[in-house]
Nanobody
Framework: QVQLVESGGGLVQPGGSLRLSCAAS????????IAWFRQAPGREREGVSC????????HYADSVKGRFTISRDNAKNTVYLQMNSLKPEDTAVYYC??????????????????????WGKGTLVTVSS
């Protein structure tokens, strides 16, 4: 059993920054990949970024490359998403998810991640002036 809890969301002006945190507890050794997803109002859920808990490799959707950075602190069982230069289109509920055996595709600028076994409840990020 694994629990994931997101934090750090809030209201920020365009061009501002936020750092999201995903804290994992339970049998975290079962999680080999941690990913961030987001779902904007009226849109489908999309992959934002992911990181391997074993080798640290990362992937990003084209829409956030150069602005967002994913990082991990294995000792604290925590993954972060640093979001800079935020845009109104970044407004969404951001979800943390984890899995063991995963499939990652980065095609046409979209990041798709399969095999997520555990999900947090989400944290709302609103980018507005």
């Amino acid at each position: 059993q694994v629990q994931l809890v997101e934090s750090g969301g809030g209201l920020v002006q365009p061009g501002g920054s936020l750092r999201l945190s995903c804290a994992a507890s339970g049998f975290t050794s079962d999680i080999w990949t941690i990913a961030w997803f987001r779902q904007a109002p009226g849109r489908e859920r999309e992959g934002v970024s992911c990181v391997s808990t074993t080798d640290g490799s990362t992937h990003y959707a084209d829409s956030v490359k150069g602005r967002f950075t994913i990082s991990r602190d294995n000792a604290k069982n925590t993954v972060y998403l640093q979001m800079n230069s935020l845009k109104p289109e970044d407004t969404a509920v951001y979800y943390c998810a984890g899995g063991s055996i995963t499939t990652i595709q980065n095609m046409g600028g979209a990041l798709t991640i399969y095999g997520m076994d555990y999900w947090g409840k989400g944290t709302l990020v609103t980018v507005s002036s």
